[in-house]
C-alpha cells in the first residue's frame, strides 16, 4: 500500500510561484522504483496530466507548462515536487500526484488558486 500526502497549495497573484511537494510512504516502497506524475482538475474540467519523472531519469511536461514546471524527486525524502513559475490563471486547479505499484494511487490533492 503506498500514502500519498500532497502540500504547498494556496493563492498567488499572475506571474508568481509555488512549490507542491507530495510525501510518499508504504511498507516496501522506495521512491526510485516508480514513475511519478502530477495531475491537475479544474472546476467543470476533466483531470489532465501535467508532468512526471521517470524511473529513467527522464521528465515530460504537457505543452501548457513547458518550461513553467518543473518536476523533481528526492528519493532520500521519499518526495516528489512541482515548481510552478509564472503562474497563470489558467493553472488554477487541484493538483494531484499519482504512481502505480501493481495498482494507481492518488493523493488527496492542493488547491492552487492563481488570481490577482
Known amino acids: 500500500q503506498v500514502q500519498l500526502v500532497e502540500s504547498g497549495g494556496g493563492l498567488v497573484q499572475p506571474g508568481g510561484s509555488l512549490r507542491l511537494s507530495c510525501v510518499a510512504s508504504?511498507?516496501?516502497?522506495?521512491?526510485?522504483?516508480?514513475?511519478w506524475n502530477w495531475y491537475r482538475q479544474a472546476p467543470g474540467k476533466e483531470r489532465e496530466w501535467v508532468a512526471g519523472?521517470?524511473?529513467?531519469?527522464?521528465?515530460n511536461y504537457a505543452a501548457s507548462v513547458k518550461g513553467r514546471f518543473t518536476v523533481s524527486r528526492d528519493n532520500s525524502k521519499n518526495a516528489v515536487y512541482l515548481e510552478m513559475s509564472s503562474l497563470k490563471s489558467e493553472d488554477t486547479a487541484v493538483y494531484y500526484c499519482?504512481?502505480?505499484?501493481?495498482?494507481?494511487?492518488w493523493g488527496q490533492g492542493t488547491q492552487v488558486t492563481v488570481s490577482s
Open positions: 499519482y504512481t502505480h505499484y501493481h495498482k494507481d494511487f
Open positions: 508504504g511498507t516496501g516502497i522506495s521512491l526510485s522504483e516508480l514513475d
Open positions: 519523472t521517470f524511473t529513467s531519469g527522464n521528465t
